[in-house]
């Protein structure tokens, strides 16, 4: 029997965010669609509103909860809709329920794009000087 380990991650009091590792999560297979989950058992302290992995923020859904056994149809549904809008979903699993943690790839992307067309904007301005 292999002996489970609690997770190792770090959490800043000021921002709600909690950073794992990719060693840390665990795949959650329902109804055809797999999942990302991390086990927040262990953690005691009021839920992160945020979760961090590999500098990606999943964001909490506070009224979005399953439970762990017994969710039925409706948590497949739903991962495979936010995935078709382009989001990706985390589970993080606390007592017998899983929270819902949201991270939006295209907002990201959009945010990441703008970075760059100022970056190169910046150094235009500095050319036409």
């Known amino acids: 029997m292999v002996e ?3 997770p190792i991650y770090q959490y ?3 921002t709600k965010v909690m950073s794992f590792g990719f060693q840390d ?4 297979s329902s109804g055809g669609v ?3 989950a991390v086990d927040l058992n262990f ?5 992160p509103f945020y ?5 990606r923020l999943f964001a909490l859904h506070h009224s979005n909860t399953y439970l762990v056994t017994g969710h039925g149809a409706q948590l497949p549904e739903w991962i495979a809709a936010e995935e078709s809008e382009g989001r990706l979903t985390l589970l993080a699993e606390r007592d017998t329920r899983y929270l819902v943690y949201s991270h939006d790839t295209l907002a990201t ?7 760059t067309d100022s970056e190169d904007g910046a150094e235009d301005d500095e050319d036409a000087k």
Do not use: C, P, Q, R
């Not at 979760?51 to 500098?55: A, G, H, K, R, V």
């Not at 992307?109 to 970075?115: A, C, G, P, T």
């Open 4 to 6: 489970a380990t609690a």
């Open 12 to 14: 800043d009091t000021e």
């Open 25 to 28: 999560l665990h795949l959650v």
């Open 34 to 36: 797999d999942v990302f």
């Open 43 to 47: 953690w005691d302290g009021k839920l």
């Open 51 to 55: 979760i961090e992995i590999d500098n």
């Open 109 to 115: 992307d959009e945010d990441e794009d703008n970075e």
